[in-house]
């Protein structure tokens, strides 16, 4: 399927039901063909007041514009990937890994928040990190993450004057993802100061496709 070469022919705005049309397919394969097309850059998608979606169709490409973006990279160094809801793009500079764990927590999706804890695998600049989570009053809620990354995944470890600075913060909020406590994870939540929103079978989960990099668990904490 020549991707591009559809989105020339289809150029201009559509909801699902008129693009199914469209292409004389039915609504299924329409999602799977917006799919591909949102994958290449070539749709942008839109939601009006009312929750309906409308799909922008252009054969120049967001992804020839810019460098990476939240979306892109997440998906690139996290075994969980996350459908991207619409072409996140930065321009003048490059997101690092640390602004996408900072951003992940800021979605407050339990999704992408349990994406993000393997991407601590990727990140080079701790104090970075810390800069970035202290400006949105987030320290504590990274820290916790990254206590919780290093139970299954191969972590380089924090500096400890960092890690110090991140436990003295102050904490705003002590729930990561409102309402959502852990019945796993209590000695991190106690070391921090913040309920962990995931428990140990959400983690395993993350963990499927990325089984050599786990750590062998301790035989008291298995299921």
Excluded at 72 to 81: A, F, G, W
Excluded at 160 to 179: C, H, N, Q, T
Excluded at 197 to 204: A, Q, R, Y
Aim: proline share 3%; charged share 35%; no cysteine.
């Amino acid at each position: 399927m020549d991707w591009k070469e559809m989105a020339m022919e289809r150029e201009g705005l559509y909801t699902l039901e008129s693009f199914s049309r469209a292409e004389g397919i039915k609504k299924d394969t329409a999602v799977l063909y917006l799919h591909e097309l949102r994958k290449r850059g070539l749709v942008r998608t839109t939601r009006e007041k009312r929750g309906k979606r409308f799909y922008d169709v252009t054969p120049i490409s967001l992804r020839e514009v810019g460098s990476k973006g939240f979306y892109e990279i997440l998906n690139e160094n996290s075994p969980l990937k996350i459908q991207e809801p619409f072409v996140h793009r930065v321009y003048g500079r490059e997101m690092t890994i640390e602004e996408v764990i900072v951003k992940a927590l800021k979605t407050r999706s339990s999704r992408i928040i349990l994406a993000s804890i393997g991407v601590f695998r990727k990140v080079r600049d701790w104090n970075l990190l810390y800069e970035l989570a202290k400006n949105e009053g987030m320290e504590r809620h990274a820290g916790a993450l990254y206590s919780l990354s290093r139970k299954f995944f191969r972590v380089k470890r924090m500096d400890s004057r960092i890690l110090g600075r991140m436990k003295e913060a102050l904490v705003k909020d002590k729930f990561i993802i409102p309402k959502l406590k852990s019945d796993d994870f209590k000695d991190i939540e106690k070391e921090w100061g913040v309920h962990i929103p995931f428990n140990k079978s959400d983690i395993e989960k993350l963990g499927v496709s990325l089984k050599v990099e786990i750590k062998e668990m301790p035989s008291q904490n298995r299921v």
